[in-house]
C-alpha cells in the first residue's frame, strides 16, 4: 500500500517532505552542525532532508529501498535495514529518524539501538506521526477513513501510532539527557502539505479499505467529497516530535 512500486508514492513521500522538512530542519539548525560531524538519516525515504544536511555535514541517508536517493559529494546513500544491520558508520554527532519508527515491528529495540549509534553528546531527533486523534474527529465522513486507515495500519500492518508520544520514557532508561517533546499538528482541509500527505495516503490505501470490509464505496466517495467543502478544517494527527543526547 506504502510500497515504492505504488506509481503515487514519491508524490506522497514529497509531500511529507514539505510538510517536514521545516521542523526537521529548524530543529537541526538550532544544534549548530559543524562541517566535521557525521550524520545519519535513517529510512530517508525521498531524501531532501539528507540533502539539506548534507550540504552541512557529512550525511549517511539508509533506507530498505534507496531508489529515490541520490548520493552526492558528502551524501552516502545505504541500503540498509534499520531493525538488525549494523549501524551504517559512526559514531555519529546526529541521528535523525521521521516518519518510521512506529511503522517497526521492533521499534523500541531499534530506538535502543539508535541512541548506541550516537557519540557522547551526540543528538537524537525524532519525528512520529500519530493518528489516533483522527478518532475523535467531528466530521463523519473523513473520521470514518481515518479509522479504516488506523486500523489497516494498525491490524494489518502492525503499526503502533502513539509509539514516538511514549518514547521520551524509553530514552530516559537509555540514559539520554536533555530530552524534549513538542507536537505539531497535521491539518487538513486547507489544501496544504498535511493534506497532500493525508490525501494520497487515502487514496493508496481505499483498495484495501474496501477489499477487507472497512470502508464502503459511498464512504470512500464521502471521504473524497469532504475535502474542498467550506469549513471542511480538521486535525487528523499529531507529530510528536522528541529529541535527546547521549550524555558527554
Ligand atoms: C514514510 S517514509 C519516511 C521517509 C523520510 N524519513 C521522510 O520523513 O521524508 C518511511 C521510509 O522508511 C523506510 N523503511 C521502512 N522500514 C525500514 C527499515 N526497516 N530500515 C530502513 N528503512 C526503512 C521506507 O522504505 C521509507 O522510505
Known amino acids: 500500500m506504502l510500497s515504492k512500486d505504488v506509481p503515487t508514492e514519491l508524490a506522497r513521500l514529497r509531500a511529507l517532505e514539505e510538510l517536514c522538512d521545516p521542523i526537521s530542519t529548524a530543529i537541526v539548525e538550532h544544534l549548530s552542525p559543524e562541517p566535521s560531524w557525521r550524520c545519519a538519516d535513517v529510512g530517508a525515504g525521498a531524501g531532501s532532508f ?6 552541512r555535514a557529512e550525511v549517511v541517508a539508509t533506507d530498505l529501498d534507496t531508489r529515490f536517493l541520490t548520493p552526492g559529494e558528502r551524501l552516502t546513500v545505504l541500503t540498509h535495514d534499520v531493525t538488525g544491520d549494523p549501524a551504517p558508520g559512526g559514531p555519529f554527532d546526529l541521528v535523525h529518524a521521521r516518519f518510521l519508527l ?3 515491528p521492533s ?3 531499534t530506538a535502543r539501538r539508535l ?3 550516537l557519540r557522547p553528546g551526540g543528538h537524537l531527533v525524532v519525528i512520529g506521526v500519530d493518528l489516533s486523534v483522527a478518532a475523535f474527529s467531528p466530521h463523519p ?4 477513513a481515518a479509522e479504516a486507515l488506523l486500523d489497516i495500519f494498525t491490524e494489518e500492518m502492525d503499526l503502533e501510532p502513539t509509539f514516538t508520544r511514549g518514547l521520551p520514557r524509553l530514552l530516559a532508561e537509555e ?3 536533555d530530552i524534549r517533546a513538542a507536537f505539531h499538528p497535521l491539518v487538513v482541509g486547507d489544501g496544504g502539505p498535511g493534506e ?3 490525501r494520497a495516503t487515502f487514496e493508496q490505501a481505499y483498495g484495501t479499505m474496501i477489499a477487507t470490509g472497512r470502508l464502503t464505496a459511498e464512504q470512500v466517495d464521502a471521504a473524497r467529497d469532504w475535502f474542498g467543502q ?3 478544517l480538521d486535525i487528523l494527527a499529531l507529530m510528536p516530535v522528541v529529541t535527546a543526547r547521549r550524555p558527554a
Do not use: C, I, Y
Open 141 to 144: 465522513a473523513l473520521r470514518a
Open 107 to 109: 521499534r523500541a529495540d
Open 50 to 55: 539528507a540533502s539539506w544536511l548534507a550540504q
Open 230 to 232: 467550506p469549513g471542511h
Open 196 to 198: 497532500r500527505v493525508m
Open 102 to 104: 512506529e511503522t517497526l
Open 175 to 177: 540514559g539520554m539527557v
Open 115 to 117: 541512541t548506541r549509534w
